[in-house]
């Protein structure tokens, strides 16, 4: 008996969702976005019998595929193609982002992180911004990510740092903290080494209606294309 292949959220996505997330142009991309929400592809992947967890992750997809696409439409409309590039980066010593120098057993070894979208300047292949996408930031996650930024921006002892200048951001579906750490998040320096954060739905995520805000992901966009005209 034949086996049955094994329905790969990733595949789903790529064939099923992408083409029709695309647009034109980033002000287009955008448009498509503000009128999706949690639901619509929770339906799609159901449609396509997608295990819960299967589902999740396509949720995941998107925000990722989302971020990737507008900063590579950004860096196209600017005319800044030979100077910039983005692509996610896994974790692996082989493909990862060259972080940390230290020394192990009299020899030198490189550390090295990932990012859900890094961009880069060609010249050198340097990373010059790492994106995280998140579904939402609770209290867990914003500790999370505190630790990530001091992982990738801070002086550490016994190590040489190799990212210097980098921007470390965060873009989030949710925030899922309460009123008194959200103040705290946005006006101090409890974020430590996290430039920026961008959350993109009004509610939690129980409230899976709700759509992309248009004038946040705006936000993104032109904090990214400042970001990219200001490097010389």
Known sequence: MKKKK?????????KFYSKNLTGANSNETINIFCKTDNNYFAGL??????QERQIASVVGF??????????NQIIKENKLESKFYC???TANPKSGILSRSINLNNAEVILTIGGD???FKKDGDKPIMIIECKEYIDMIRMKELIGESSIIKDTISNSTHLLSGIKFCVFAEVLELTDGWAYLLKNSDL???IDEIFIIRDGKRKDKGNKPV?????????YIEKFLLGIK
């Open 6 to 14: 094994k329905i790969n959220a990733k595949d789903i996505f790529d």
């Open 45 to 50: 992947a159901k449609k396509y019998k997608l």
């Open 62 to 71: 998107k925000d990722e595929f989302f971020v990737e696409l507008l900063v």
């Open 87 to 89: 692509k996610k980066v």
């Open 117 to 119: 979208c890094v961009i």
């Open 191 to 193: 974020k430590h080494e």
């Open 214 to 222: 248009k004038e946040n992901l705006e936000r993104f966009k032109n």
